[in-house]
């Protein structure tokens, strides 16, 4: 596989503003954080194609690791789909498979937006397939252990790693980004690079970035929508506080 640095943004809520700022800015792709995030379908429906329209890959991390979630995501033409909770190799299979058509999965077909409102063909069934990525995350000890195995699956496209609640999880507290936490982060990349399929990391520390970069990271998430926001805001407040605190004191008149 050759390999390509793609570059993303998290995006917490359905603001066309910042899905056209992310775009301007050559970001590569966007994740849909619909599980912690304040997305409805009705947002969903729209907000996809406009992010597409723009250039942006969309992956959308759906709500729980269900049919019904990962269907209305790919419905609504995502790229691509997240699906958290995975809880072992045995889950990994059970879930991903409605991800894609029998007889690979169990996805159900339905008409509309994915099949440009017209009907579907067997040609039409195989690129989906084919082009729709199924990325289940590693953020549970029993996906961890059976990273290998899922990687494995053909009804999985690449790996997600969740750090936060891999590190949680895992009995090592709150993620600071230790040794231990990015010992799990290669035993999700050897499983991948074994099977010929990306991983993706949400890298929003220099350390991280290093770290991805070292790796030959495929998918590279760089900040999330709120913290990018807090950062700008804050920023500007303290270079105005800043100069407030050095500005000579006006003479007694």
């Given at each position: 596989m ?36 304040s ?55 059970r879930?991903?498979d ?27 069934i ?13 953020e ?5 252990r059976?990273?290998?195995?899922i ?33 799990d ?13 990306p ?14 970069i ?40």
């Open positions: 050759s390999h390509t640095l793609k570059q993303g943004a998290w995006l917490s809520d359905g603001s066309s503003a910042i899905g056209e700022i992310v775009a301007g800015l050559g970001y590569d792709f966007v994740v849909l954080d619909i599980e912690h995030g997305f409805d379908l009705s947002i969903l429906e729209r907000f996809i194609p406009l992010l597409k329209g723009l250039g942006l890959e969309v992956l959308s991390k759906v709500l729980v690791p269900e049919r019904g979630a990962i269907q209305q995501a790919l419905d609504f033409g995502s790229d691509g789909v997240i699906i958290p909770h995975i809880e072992s190799v045995e889950h990994a299979k879930i991903t409605f991800a894609k058509f029998p007889p690979l999965g169990s996805r159900s077909l339905a008409g509309g937006r994915t099949m440009s409102y017209r009907g579907y063909s067997d040609e039409w195989a690129a989906q397939d084919r082009d729709i990525k199924v990325f289940p995350m590693v549970d000890p029993g996906a961890l059976d990273v290998e195995a990687a494995a699956l053909p009804t999985v496209d690449g790996i997600f790693i969740g750090p936060g609640d891999l590190a949680a999880m895992s009995g090592r507290g709150a993620y600071r980004q230790t040794e231990a936490d990015f010992d982060f290669r035993k999700v990349i050897a499983a991948a690079r074994a099977n010929d399929k991983w993706v990391l949400p890298a929003w520390t220099t350390i991280e970035k290093e770290f991805a070292a790796e030959n990271a495929d998918y590279v998430l760089l900040t999330m929508q709120h913290a990018a926001i807090s950062e700008g805001y804050g920023n500007a407040r303290a270079l105005m506080d800043d100069l407030i605190a050095k500005a000579p004191v006006p003479a007694a008149s």
